[in-house]
């Protein structure tokens, strides 16, 4: 039987170092094997510049991979099972490829390497494989570094929709795999934000009493489900704004991981990162592990 895969980028960078050693935990738990990938992109030709060494490419390469040997050893030296991939192209687009070829548990990337600019809270190459890749994706933040990594809470937010569910199945069979941890499945209501313009509306008090009666219905039903397979699940719903309340739930509970669809209800079709998703993933305080619907079809259109 072969094992299953974690797939790792990393461009050396502190935060990718990050990622690898979180990765190195799951796959010791689900006896996987990392493959650990480097992408080099080359520079372009730059018109009226004086023309690259013939030999740039070669040396790029050699010191790419150096750094990659050494990598690998290091997670070697943890315990890991490791492949080295050197790659060369567009670090996101072959980040997809392999996950899709691959077919890996998780492909494990740092939220900013080397070319993320400090006001940056999501890098375009980790943002771009959230959108694209075929896999659960896990998101490591720099702030992340150190941090202990037995996955003891997990915070699966909910909305009930079709995304959300399969998330809350991820994370559930990631869980198999911890001992005793405990998944807590969130849902957080309130308003449109839009009718908050409108001012104080009496009916409103009533409506999100109702909304909030409804989500602890359906939390238990989900929560039955998962305890019947033999999972730890507390529920827990609240009114506000769900990015806010998911980051908020995570801290208060200490999470060490979150795991979430990247769309949900009010996800819209040519939106391929859900507004949601993708603030939780830039503020969250702990990793963050999105789960993309397969069925989703990818609107070729711009934002």
């Known amino acids: 039987m072969t094992a299953p895969t974690l797939l790792v980028a990393t461009d050396f960078s502190e935060t990718a170092e990050a990622a690898a050693e979180w990765a190195v935990e799951i796959a010791s738990a689900r006896k996987a094997r990392i493959h650990l990938v480097h992408v080099l992109t080359l520079p372009p030709p730059r018109p009226h510049y004086a023309p690259a060494p013939a030999d740039l490419q070669n040396a790029l390469r050699d010191a790419a991979m150096e750094q990659l040997d050494?990598?690998?050893?290091?997670?070697?030296?943890?315990?890991?099972?490791?492949?080295?991939?050197?790659e060369l192209g567009v670090p996101s687009q072959t980040l997809v490829r392999l996950a899709e070829e691959l077919e890996p548990l998780v492909l494990v990337i740092g939220t900013r390497g080397l070319t993320g600019l400090s006001h940056l809270l999501l890098g375009s190459t980790a943002e771009r494989v959230v959108q694209h890749a075929s896999c659960p994706v896990l998101t490591i933040h720099p702030e992340d570094?150190?941090?202990?990594?037995?996955?003891?809470?997990?915070l699966v937010p909910t909305d009930f929709s079709d995304?959300?569910?399969?998330?809350?199945?991820?994370?559930?069979?990631?869980?198999?795999h911890f001992d005793d941890a405990p998944l807590i499945l969130l849902h957080a209501f309130n308003l449109p934000v839009e009718y908050t313009a409108y001012g104080p509306i009496p009916t409103s008090v009533n409506y999100l009493e109702d909304a909030g009666i409804e989500a602890e219905q359906q939390l238990t039903?989900?929560?039955?489900e998962l305890q019947s397979e033999g999972t730890r699940v507390e529920t827990v719903a609240r009114e506000g704004y769900p990015p806010e309340v998911i980051c908020d739930e995570?801290?208060?509970?200490?999470?060490d991981l979150i795991v979430?669809?990247?769309h949900g209800r009010s996800g819209l079709a040519h939106?391929?990162?859900?507004?949601?998703?993708e603030r939780v993933v830039q503020k969250a305080?702990?990793?963050?592990?999105?789960?993309?619907?397969q069925e989703e079809e990818e609107d070729s259109g711009t934002d």
């Open 163 to 176: 995304d959300a569910l399969k998330a809350v199945h991820a994370a559930r069979d990631l869980l198999r």
């Open 285 to 293: 305080p702990c990793p963050v592990m999105t789960v993309r619907c």
């Open 271 to 277: 939106l391929l990162l859900g507004s949601s998703a």
């Open 145 to 154: 570094a150190g941090e202990h990594r037995d996955l003891s809470t997990v």
């Open 250 to 255: 995570a801290k208060s509970q200490q999470a």
């Open 70 to 86: 050494r990598e690998a050893q290091r997670l070697t030296d943890l315990g890991a099972d490791v492949e080295k991939v050197l």
């Open 221 to 224: 039903r989900i929560a039955e």
């Open 260 to 262: 979430m669809g990247t």
